[in-house]
């Protein structure tokens, strides 16, 4: 199971948040068969989206999180909620590549490097947030780094990485994102600093058994951790029959009436590969709500 933990230094300078999202990336593979470079690639966003959704307040908040840097693999996105319930798929995970020159799985070379990170955060108001940074590396972990300093202001830290075999095997995923609060001072960024300079991977932590509570006292050593709260991120999809309905009724009616001269209509969830058919009949009954929107 996966499992999330929030902490905070004892001085109230940091926040620190560390997973274990294995189980999730595991899901994710077995739903889209992405290739290897993809699933790190994907792994990887929604660790973050996980880490990033634990730190929405409202039950029904939700946040979006997508990287398009025009490479061969087309946008990733992922989604989280509250609960930490995630999501996500890219747009062509069949892409494979080489191993860059450092021998890893390339995924900067799959999302590509020019283009953007966007983080959209739903939070029940009139119109959501949105907040987009130009992409820094395409290996994400710097790339989330490089957007809560730019569009939030708020100094961060974020490791990520996801643990592939060569048969496409999920042996291994998770990350840790830490926060420098308004609290912090000179002294608090120096020790930062010293502390994560040269710290393992985040997957041979994980590898070596250590617990998201132990990569954040491993990762910050020179500071006493306290644990605030613990969350167990999954891979679950929302999706349903409704939900596609007010999709299509949102194409509008024009839409709706091309569609309606196919005998069959077959619409499938990006998230989770669900498929939803309807029938001629199902989306001319579909045009009467459609044109009362528009009204």
Known sequence: MGKLVRCISEDGTLLIMACDTTDIV???????????????????????????????KGKNDTL???????????????????????????????????LNSKGKLDVGGAVGRNGFVTVIKDLGLKEPFVGQVPIVSGEIAEDIT??????EQTPSVCGLGVLVSQGGEVITSGGFLIQL????IDETIDLVEKDIEGIASVT??????LTPEEICKTVLPSF????????????KCDCS??????????????????????ENTEVKCQFCNGV?????KDILSLVKNATSQED
């Open 26 to 56: 595991r899901d994710a593979y077995e739903i889209h068969k992405t290739s290897n470079v993809c699933t790190a690639a994907l792994g990887r966003l929604l660790t973050a989206s996980a880490m990033m959704g634990s730190m929405l």
């Open 64 to 98: 979006t999180l997508r990287i398009n840097g025009g490479g061969p693999a087309g946008s990733v996105l992922a989604v989280s909620d509250s609960a930490c319930h995630v999501k996500g798929y890219v747009v062509d995970g069949n892409v494979d590549l080489p």
């Open 146 to 151: 490089s957007y809560f300093a730019t569009s």
């Open 181 to 184: 609060l308004p609290t912090a």
């Open 204 to 209: 041979k932590m994980l590898v070596d058994g």
């Open 224 to 235: 006493n951790i306290e644990v605030l709260d613990t969350m167990y991120p999954v891979y």
């Open 241 to 262: 029959r409704a939900r596609v309905e007010q999709a299509l009724i949102s194409a509008g009616a024009a839409e709706l009436m091309d569609m309606a001269n196919d």
């Open 276 to 280: 939803y058919n309807f029938s001629s």
